[in-house]
């Protein structure tokens, strides 16, 4: 089963932690988002292997965009 991580909130993509096929825990985190000027870290809410990274550096996501996919354990 796959697992979607979506956004927040209005925000920067300040840095990429984690990478396709990497391995994830439920509280690990993915990225690293940026938002007046505060560091938001996104975590993965499940474990599992990292099959997408939906954003690059310097991209802006909204509320509900697509971060990453996940398949579950």
Same mark, same amino acid.
């Given at each position: 089963?796959?697992?979607?991580?979506?956004?927040?909130?209005? /925000?920067? &993509?300040?840095?990429? *932690? %984690?990478?396709?096929? +990497?391995? $994830? #825990?439920?509280?690990? =985190?993915?990225?690293? @988002?940026?938002?007046?000027?505060?560091?938001?870290?996104?975590? /993965?809410? &499940?474990?599992?292997? *990292? %099959?997408?990274?939906? +954003?690059? $550096? #310097?991209?802006?996501? =909204?509320?509900?965009? @697509?971060?990453?996919?996940?398949?579950?354990?």
């Amino acid at each position: 089963m796959s697992h979607q991580v979506h956004a927040e909130l209005v /925000a920067n &993509v300040l840095t990429i *932690v %984690s990478a396709a096929g +990497v391995r $994830v #825990g439920p509280q690990d =985190t993915v990225v690293i @988002l940026e938002s007046m000027k505060m560091e938001i870290p996104v975590h /993965a809410e &499940v474990a599992g292997t *990292v %099959s997408e990274i939906a +954003v690059s $550096v #310097g991209d802006v996501v =909204t509320e509900g965009d @697509l971060i990453a996919e996940i398949d579950e354990d």
